[in-house]
């Protein structure tokens, strides 16, 4: 990947101003500088290589040169999509699932961030916000996907098993290629953020439902139960065991180990 490229790709889609960096620390924090000094709505920053890519928590992910996507999209959120902005880690979510779709795989989104492949993680959403006064003012959508097999950080470093494209579809498969379609599909889906479908269509992927998790990280100890759906603002809503409906805004979620 270099800017011609990359330019030639993104060539047709109607984004901001777009910033490449052969290596950078994390295209998040760009992304939230650029922000703050007045970045258009949907500019992009996208590196081929990340030294302190962030997830959740500050946790760390892994972006080695040459195999991954890594890129931050900046949204300027209309008054419209404003008391929507939780949804965003969805769009995000759908588009990639979306894009994996069309190339014939099945993914399901672990909520609340990450995309699955047969069960492993394969690309992880990190979404922050530039606030003025008590209102997010800008909002920055950080995407890494394992796009070839030596994107996949060794199993010692993970919480979760991860997996890449290249091990779904073989080494043709090409990160402009995959970029392009999910930058596509979250603006194909941005004017439906507000909608009731859009709930409906993440909670169709998401996966575990209907089956015993358990949310790690969302309070002083773990939250179990069975996992129903989406609460209309993204938040996760589980049954617990006396039937009761219980609602997560963060966490980790895994499938409830067997007694
Ligand atoms: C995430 O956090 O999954 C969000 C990842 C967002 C990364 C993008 S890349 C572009 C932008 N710039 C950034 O600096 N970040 C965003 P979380 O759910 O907290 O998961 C983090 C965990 O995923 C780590 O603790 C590892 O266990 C695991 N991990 C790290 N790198 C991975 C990789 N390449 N593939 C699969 N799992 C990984």
């Not at 998790?213 to 603002?233: C, H, N, R, W």
């Amino acid at each position: 990947m270099n800017k011609n490229t990359l330019k030639k790709a993104l060539s047709k889609l109607p984004l901001g101003d777009v910033r490449y960096f052969d290596s950078v620390g994390s295209t998040n924090n760009e992304a939230l500088a650029w922000a703050t000094s007045g970045a258009k709505d949907l500019s992009l920053v996208i590196a081929d290589e990340q030294s302190a890519g962030r997830g959740r928590l500050d946790r760390k992910w892994f972006t080695p040169k040459g195999t991954s996507l890594a890129f931050s999209l900046i949204l300027r959120p209309t008054a419209d999509e404003k008391p929507h902005l939780t949804r965003t880690v969805g769009l995000a979510a759908l588009a990639i699932a979306d894009s994996l779709r069309t190339r014939g795989l099945v993914a399901q989104i672990k909520w609340p961030n990450d995309v699955l492949l047969n069960g492993h993680k394969v690309a992880g959403i990190l979404t922050e916000s530039v606030w003025s006064g008590d209102e997010a003012d800008c909002l920055v959508i950080g995407i890494g996907v394992n796009v070839l097999k030596g994107a996949v950080p060794s199993p010692e470093l993970l919480q979760f098993p991860a997996t890449s494209l290249e091990d779904a579809l073989g080494p043709a498969i090409q990160r402009t290629e995959v970029l392009h379609d999910i930058l596509a599909g979250m603006l194909a889906l941005r004017p439906h953020l507000g909608s009731s479908s859009f709930i409906a269509t993440w909670e169709k992927a998401l996966a575990f439902r209907g089956e015993q998790v358990q949310i790690e990280g969302g309070g002083p100890a773990p939250i179990t139960g069975k996992l129903l759906g989406l609460e209309s603002d993204g938040s996760l809503r589980l049954l617990d065991e006396h039937d009761n409906s219980i609602t997560v805004r963060f966490g980790d979620v895994r499938l409830r180990p067997r007694a």
